[in-house]
């Protein structure tokens, strides 16, 4: 299985930041990487997929790169609403598999 | 609009079984895959299986040997059965709505059921 492994397990940032959260494959994932974003309580909802495709309604504060096997998803001028664990999860290979997480709390 | 909602007991005995079921609106079993995946409290995603379109299945080998997933178009409702559960098991389940295409994450999630496993 491929194994995900996200960076930091936990963030703490100010308003108006920007923040980057990290995600490295264990191998190859050409793309195939997804980024979710889970509120307490809440299901996981869709943010970016296709490494850097945002989806509908995301806004555009939001963005993903990287390539290979290590990818990044960024958040542009922090919003108190992007207080969140994200997710990303790789589909390029089955079985799919999810990091571990970050936390992203505000300071 | 599309929506996913899962059901079935909170609490299961250990060695019992699960059954979950997840009840689909605003799109249909036969055009999009339905996913299932789990989060323990405070932990990370795992996924379990999937249900194609055409009704065949594939599972995590890690549950495999547990778990079995059917759906009934009719009702548009997916099932979840996993036997044998124990303490590991506790988790919150989701179903989840395949993107259209081959690729294959996630863009509709259900709101989760949160299961128990405790005699």
């Known amino acids: 299985d491929i194994q995900m492994t996200q960076s930091p397990a936990s963030l703490s940032a100010s308003l108006g930041e920007t923040v980057t959260i990290e995600c490295r494959a264990s191998e190859d994932i050409y793309n195939g990487l997804a980024w979710y974003q889970q509120k307490p309580g809440k299901s996981p909802q869709l943010l970016i997929y296709n490494a850097n495709s945002l989806h509908t309604g995301v806004p555009s504060r939001f963005s993903g790169s990287g390539s290979g096997t290590q990818y990044s998803l960024k958040i542009n001028s922090l919003q108190s609403e992007d207080v969140a664990s994200y997710f990303c999860?790789?589909?390029?290979?089955?079985?799919?598999?999810f990091g571990g997480g970050t936390k992203l709390e505000l300071k | 609009q599309v929506q996913l909602k899962e059901s079935g007991p909170g609490l299961v005995q250990p060695s019992q079984t699960l059954s979950l079921t997840c009840t689909v609106s605003g799109f249909s079993l036969t055009s999009y895959n339905v996913h299932w995946v789990r989060q323990p409290t405070g932990k990370g995603l795992e996924w379990m299986g999937v249900?194609?379109?055409?009704?065949?299945?594939d599972y995590n080998s890690a549950l495999k040997s547990r778990l079995s997933i059917s759906r009934d178009t009719s009702k548009s409702q997916v099932f979840l059965k996993m036997n044998s559960l124990q303490t590991e098991d506790i988790a919150t389940y989701y179903c989840?709505?395949?993107?259209?295409?081959?690729?294959?994450?996630?863009?509709?999630w259900g709101q989760g059921v949160m299961v128990t496993v405790s005699s």
């Open positions: 989840a709505r395949e993107d259209g295409g081959s690729a294959y994450y996630f863009d509709y």
């Open positions: 249900i194609w379109t055409g009704g065949s299945t």
């Open positions: 999860q790789q589909y390029y290979d089955y079985p799919w598999t």
